[in-house]
């Protein structure tokens, strides 16, 4: 059994970008590729780019579909490929996000892997001054 | 279990690069590893890098390791090391 496939989905060059830099952190990951999406790109295009790249990641475990902006045009395509245990999209991509999908067991099913990645993706996004500096921040926290 | 308390000397404390080379090294043990900062309350997975950056350790910071398993006495040499030689950085 393979892993869970990933597509970042993206306007502009983000997700390719997202991608190196996880890559850097845990190493190559062959199940996981981006599609950026230009401003100026027929939606037809950018379908068929995407249902190329679904294809390319998926070892039969299903392919998370993870895309910058909820309302997007990525987002919007990416659902066009919604299916029940075979696809499924998760806005708002980060880095922690992209990392917790190239970090998975390969037991996690799809659906699993798309709530952990969406609540990973939540608890990634903190005010780095309560951590920091814990006690110059206990008067406002 | 053993329990090991070092302090964080490198300039950049457990930023992304240094905390890829101690997730590397702790997956190399058979031992539950787990990093845990008094000062906060919080304690992370020493073989997940996600939870190891949550930590948010910076320069001077003491961090207990815990080490549960067979391989402890080797997992408790290779992280001290690691710690006491700043992760192999500069210490800025």
């Known amino acids: 059994m393979g892993k869970v496939g990933g597509v970042i989905i993206s306007h502009g060059q983000v997700g390719k970008e997202l991608q190196v830099a996880a890559e850097a952190l845990v190493g190559e990951l062959s199940f996981v590729t981006a599609v950026s999406i230009g401003w100026h790109d027929d939606v037809e295009l950018a379908r068929g780019e995407i249902e190329r790249a679904i294809q390319r990641v998926d070892s039969g475990r299903g392919v998370l579909l993870l895309t910058d902006m909820f309302g997007g045009t990525p987002t919007n395509i990416a659902a066009m490929f919604l299916r029940v245990n075979e696809v499924e999209v998760v806005t708002g991509v980060n880095l922690p996000m992209v990392v917790k999908l190239a970090t998975a067991n390969e037991e996690v099913s799809l659906h699993d892997l798309a709530k952990e990645i969406e609540s990973q993706g939540k608890e990634s996004i903190l005010r780095a001054g309560t951590l920091l500096e814990p006690r110059r921040m206990t008067k406002d926290a | ?92």
């Open chain 2, 1 to 92: 279990m053993r329990e090991v308390s070092v302090t964080v000397t490198n300039g950049l404390g457990l930023h992304a690069r240094a905390a890829v080379k101690l997730v590397k090294l702790s997956q190399r043990f058979r031992s539950e590893i787990l990093l845990t900062r008094d000062d906060l309350g919080l304690t992370a997975d020493a073989k997940s890098i996600l939870s190891v950056l949550q930590l948010a350790v910076t320069r001077g910071v003491v961090v207990r390791i815990s080490i549960s398993g067979d391989d402890e006495p080797d997992a408790a040499d290779a992280l001290r090391e690691l710690f006491l030689t700043g992760f192999g950085e500069k210490d800025l």
